[in-house]
């Protein structure tokens, strides 16, 4: 059974940071995709940022492009998002989803079959 548990979440002023974790258990990490989505209140969950090991790479949505940085640690089957000049535009719920999913459909919450509870984000002064 695989568990992802999200935490780091909180609230914090604008130009701050944060640093949110995904610790996965039952899910190879190694092999798959670890992806943070977010989802704003009345707004449909949208794509953050993914990395995969195999070929290792890392993929951003543009509105963090240079903001934010996914990271990973595979034998603690952990990916963290370092959230840096954070925003009002970020507050969200953040999830962290695991997978298989192909290129395509990479930055799609469809492409996930495994999903973590959500941690709140809220930027605000």
């Known amino acids: 059974q695989v568990q992802l548990v999200e935490s780091g979440g909180g609230l914090v002023q604008p130009g701050g940071s944060l640093r949110l974790s995904c610790v996965a258990s039952g899910f190879a990490f190694s092999a798959g995709a670890m992806t943070w989505f977010r989802q704003a209140p009345g707004k449909e969950r949208e794509f953050v940022a993914s990395?995969?090991?195999?070929?290792?790479?890392?993929y951003y949505a543009d509105s963090v492009k240079g903001r934010f940085a996914i990271s990973g640690n595979s034998a603690k089957n952990t990916v963290y998002l370092q959230m840096n000049s954070l925003q009002s535009e970020d507050t969200a719920v953040y999830f962290c989803?695991?997978?298989?999913?192909?290129?395509?459909?990479?930055?799609?919450?469809?492409?996930?079959?495994?999903w973590g509870q959500g941690t709140q984000v809220t930027v605000s002064s």
């Open positions: 989803a695991a997978g298989y999913p192909i290129s395509s459909s990479l930055t799609s919450p469809s492409g996930y079959r495994f």
């Open positions: 990395i995969r090991r195999s070929p290792s790479n890392t």
